[in-house]
């Protein structure tokens, strides 16, 4: 069952990857709205899950996180992060840059040492302003799932034009403070056209050009995780254990401190 996260603010919730988490929607909170349409996406597919509202405006996610963060610092709540996250892509926000700054802001007045995260897919890291506020957030976690045009168009499918070449290279832009983050999954499901195709990325030919993508864009950490929710489309399946120590172990190999998520 596809996962639609209440906007501006949800959670806290326990993240994987990043702790305490306060979620950060910038997306409408009665749908969907991405650059990509991920198989693996806990939120469902786009076509799903239209969105009846409006993407809320910077005003309203000052006031909904001022109001969230004032509650949790009365009852003394533990957090860790403020995490941009939710029913998409944060980033086509057109406000973004102006509400990261807000962030930001209301983070150093209720609760200083916790970081701010975004989740982003890098479709928009191309554009200046985007790529300027991702340098100023604590983690920018930017996904690079492979740099096989073919698997991102039958995996991620992205919504609009997609060069992954182009998105390596403004990735590398950010001069080492981008977070790459990577999901690595087995499993057949049927294309576009009924046929029934791989989406296993584990093997040494993905490996092998994607540690040569991360030596392109030299991120401070490298995150890897397998399917953990329930997704939506069949055919799916979870990495093991072994194969993801294995692969961690091949990217640390070549440099990269990495992290691990089963």
Same mark, same amino acid.
């Given at each position: 069952m596809a996962i639609i996260y209440p906007s501006p603010v949800f959670g806290p919730v326990k993240s994987r990857r990043l702790g305490v988490s306060l979620g950060i929607n910038l997306m409408p909170g009665d749908g969907k709205c991405c650059s990509f349409d991920c198989v693996y996406c806990e939120c469902g597919? !786009?076509?799903?899950?239209? =969105? &009846?509202? &409006?993407? =809320? @405006?910077? !005003?309203?996610?000052n006031r909904g996180l001022e109001k969230k963060l004032k509650e949790m610092k009365e009852r003394k709540e533990m957090l860790d992060v403020l995490t941009f996250s939710g029913n998409g892509e944060p980033t086509i926000h057109p406000q973004f840059g102006e509400i990261?700054?807000?962030?930001? @802001?209301?983070?150093?007045?209720?609760? =200083?040492n916790a970081k701010v995260s975004v989740i982003s897919n890098s479709t928009q890291v191309h554009r200046d302003e985007v790529r300027n506020a991702l340098m100023k957030v604590d983690n920018p976690l930017m996904k690079l799932d492979t740099v096989s045009e073919k698997y991102i168009k039958i995996v991620d499918r992205p919504t609009g034009k997609y060069d992954v070449n182009d998105i390596i290279e403004n990735i590398a832009r950010m001069n080492g403070h981008a977070i790459v983050q990577t999901m690595f999954m087995r499993g057949c499901i049927k294309d576009e056209k009924g046929n029934m195709v791989s989406v296993d990325n584990c093997g040494n030919e993905y490996i092998e050009s994607y540690i040569k993508a991360l030596e392109k864009i030299k991120p401070r950490q490298v995150m890897i995780y397998t399917l953990d929710r329930e997704w939506p489309v069949q055919g799916l399946e979870k990495a093991d254990s072994e194969t993801m120590d294995a692969i961690a172990e091949k990217i640390r190999m070549a440099g990269f401190y990495t992290s691990v998520s089963y």
């Open positions: 597919l !786009n076509g799903d899950h239209r =969105p &009846k509202q &409006k993407m =809320p @405006s910077a !005003n309203e996610v990261v700054d807000m962030v930001l @802001s209301l983070r150093d007045i209720y609760y =200083p």
